[in-house]
């Protein structure tokens, strides 16, 4: 039982004196736990900081034990974003919810794309409405995506403004004046490429974070993970 594949570092947890059990996002298998011997050491541990994009090796005797990573960095992003509190914020929430959402060992392609994309985003500068949108994509990837196409209640695609609680379906903003307080805000920059808004990043929070919240974590008695609620908090305050 053996592999090798290239996977994003989401944490790194020490076990015994001098190793780590390592959660890694890859890109061909999933969401993959494995033990570091030696990872806890001054020399390594700079490795395994989330984000870190690595070469892992993989191997166990059988298919279902934890296995044996050996790991080589292919691109560092943790100690880039060091001065940055609100992007070390967003990694880690990132980090956080790909590990507590997605099951182990299960392919999930699109959401380490989704997530590459987003490490791309915090070195690169506008990062915000990147963040919500690997949220959004990670709905989708567990089966629970948003329809932001047209209005539920018209079929039309003009003016919307609005999402329903109910059924994750975009609303108009004459069809949902009447039940604006019953209603999701909508974010303009989820429906095109701009600048998003003043409050628009916290409605887009706001939006995904109940879905995460009622379709991923409620149905086993979990809430987000702290991580994403300081990030939330975080970027109110700001």
Known sequence: ?????RG???SARKHGETSLIVQLLTERHGRHAGLVRGGASSRARGLYQPGNLLAAHWRARLSEHLG????????GTAATLLDNGGKLAA?????????AALPEREPHADVYESLSALIAALQAGAWAPAYVRFELGLLASLGFGLDLARCAATGTNDNLAFVSPKSGRAVSL?????WRDKLLALPR?????????PGE?????ALTGYFLQRHVFAPHGKGLPAARVRLGERLAKA
Not at 68 to 75: D, K, L, R
């Open 91 to 99: 990694l880690s929430s990132a980090a956080a919810l790909a590990e």
């Open 174 to 178: 004459s069809a949902g004046e009447a």
């Open 1 to 5: 039982m053996d592999w090798t594949d």
């Open 68 to 75: 044996n990573y050996t790991c080589e960095m292919i691109a």
């Open 189 to 197: 920059f989820l429906l095109a490429e701009a600048e998003p808004a």
């Open 201 to 205: 990043i916290e409605q887009g929070l």
């Open 8 to 10: 994003i570092v989401l």
